[in-house]
C-alpha cells in the first residue's frame, strides 16, 4: 500500500496530477462544511451560555 501512495504521490503524469487537485479540493471542501456545522453549534452554545450568565444575579452584601 505504501508503495502504491509513494507511486501516486510522485507520479508526474498529467491524469494523476488532475485526481489530487480534484482530491485536494474535496477535503477542503468537506473541511469547510465541517468548520460550518461547528460554527453554527458553538454560536447556538455560546448564546445559551450569554444568556444563562446575565440572568444570574449577585448580592453586594451578605446577610
Same mark, same amino acid.
Given at each position: 500500500?505504501?508503495? +502504491? @501512495?509513494?507511486?501516486?504521490?510522485? #507520479?508526474?503524469? =498529467?491524469? &494523476?496530477? %488532475?485526481?489530487? %487537485? &480534484? @482530491?485536494? /479540493? $474535496?477535503? /477542503?471542501?468537506? =473541511?469547510? %462544511?465541517?468548520? /460550518?456545522? &461547528?460554527?453554527? =453549534?458553538?454560536?447556538? +452554545? $455560546? #448564546?445559551? !451560555?450569554?444568556?444563562? &450568565?446575565?440572568? +444570574?444575579? !449577585? ?5
Amino acid at each position: 500500500m505504501k508503495h +502504491i @501512495l509513494r507511486d501516486f504521490a510522485f #507520479s508526474e503524469n =498529467g491524469a &494523476v496530477t %488532475v485526481d489530487w %487537485v &480534484v @482530491l485536494t /479540493a $474535496g477535503m /477542503a471542501f468537506m =473541511g469547510f %462544511v465541517a468548520a /460550518a456545522s &461547528v460554527w453554527d =453549534g458553538a454560536a447556538h +452554545i $455560546g #448564546s445559551t !451560555i450569554d444568556n444563562d &450568565v446575565t440572568a +444570574i444575579k !449577585i448580592e453586594k452584601s451578605f446577610k
